[in-house]
């Protein structure tokens, strides 16, 4: 039997997808149990369970995902029976287990395209009221249709991943004419985002009760902004080279499915949204939400404690509104959530909210102050969901910031 200590991310309950390698092997599907990976393309070339073994063997979770939920979730379900008994054949077999510590972990979907969303109230109006009216700091269409734009797929990065100072144009303070230099105001954005994992054809739409059918599972996401880069080049067309540079996630994909105990009501939506974006049911999720900082002398300073449960825009009407105008979305796409801010300023999900613009900035207790990132700094985020016993996690997404090349 496989041990798992009581505040293990990967429980039994969870068992999420990745792909992983280990030395002098092709990358290929596992599945997190404890501190252990279960090699499920061992699993099935043993003959133990029903799926194709080239689907398994893919150095992305795509071709499994594209076998449907039907099959995903069975194959969830029977490893979970399976994991429980002592005299599983699983057991039998202890080539099919490595230790997590040993093994190489990969980008888990080849991500087609990426779409980030700005669905937190609280962020939203932060935001609104640093760079325009605080008294009318949400735009006109905010509370009408979840806002987002098209990000840079290449560009996802899985957690453990170096990233260098991003260099671009900004305008400096007071000054008439641009620059091109590194980016003084790096900055992280603490959300998650859900993988697709079914098609609809061009020109067909998903309605919010279809919605669920088509997210496979969700991932930690950090949406590395440059804000000087971003306040410069966002009018009229929204962020580009400010965000395009990084995003991180974290390897281990949560099926939709592991979520459920933890299914919350969202924020009573005022106004009442239009007919295609109205859902029932409850469609958010409690999920605890912490960013740490590490600063270049190894101390780690608690940044952020946020809940996924605030999101005033739900995932459902999220891939409602993506597809309401007959766009096709794919397996492997990925949409983030926009950053996850709460009312308070601990929850606050960006430096950007934290140190309000950069005016207040953060007193750390090794007696350095922080508005924005230095290099050196290490970004460290975390995720759980716990309720009646029951504790899954994300593991982490950390990414260590290096000096503009
Ligand atoms: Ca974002």
Known sequence: MINITAHSDF????????????????????VAIGEHVLDLKAVVDLGFLNISPEVVAQPSLNAFIALGKQTTKTVRQVLQQWLQQEDSLLYAHPNLF????????????????????????????????????????????????????????????????????????????????????????????????FIVGKENPLGTTISTAQAEEYIFGMVLFNDWSARDLQKWEYVPLGPFLAKSFASSISPWVVPLEALEPFRVNGPKQVPAVLPYLQFEGKKNY?????????????????????????????MVQQLAHHSSNGCNIRVGDMMASGTISGKTKNSFGSLLELSWGGKRPLKLKNGMERCFLEDGDRISMHAFAEKEGKRIGFGEVTTKIYPAL
């Open 11 to 30: 429980s039994i309950h969870n068992l999420p997808f990745g792909i992983f390698s280990t030395k002098g092997s092709a990358p290929r599907v596992g």
């Open 98 to 193: 490595y230790l997590q510590k040993e093994v190489k972990m990969h980008l888990p979907v080849e991500v087609g395209d990426y779409t980030d969303f700005y669905s937190s109230i609280e962020h939203a109006t932060n935001v609104g009221s640093m760079f325009r009216d605080p008294n009318n700091a949400l735009l006109p269409n905010w509370k009408h249709l979840p806002v987002g734009y098209h990000g840079r797929a290449s560009s996802i990065i899985l957690s453990g991943t170096d990233i260098y100072r991003p260099k671009g144009q900004l305008l400096p303070e007071g000054a008439a004419q641009p620059v091109f230099q590194p980016t003084a105001k790096l900055d992280f954005e603490l959300e998650m985002a």
């Open 286 to 314: 409690a999920i605890e939400l912490t960013v740490g900082l590490q600063t270049p002398d190894g101390i780690t300073h608690p940044l952020v404690q946020s809940n996924y449960r605030y999101m005033y825009w739900n």
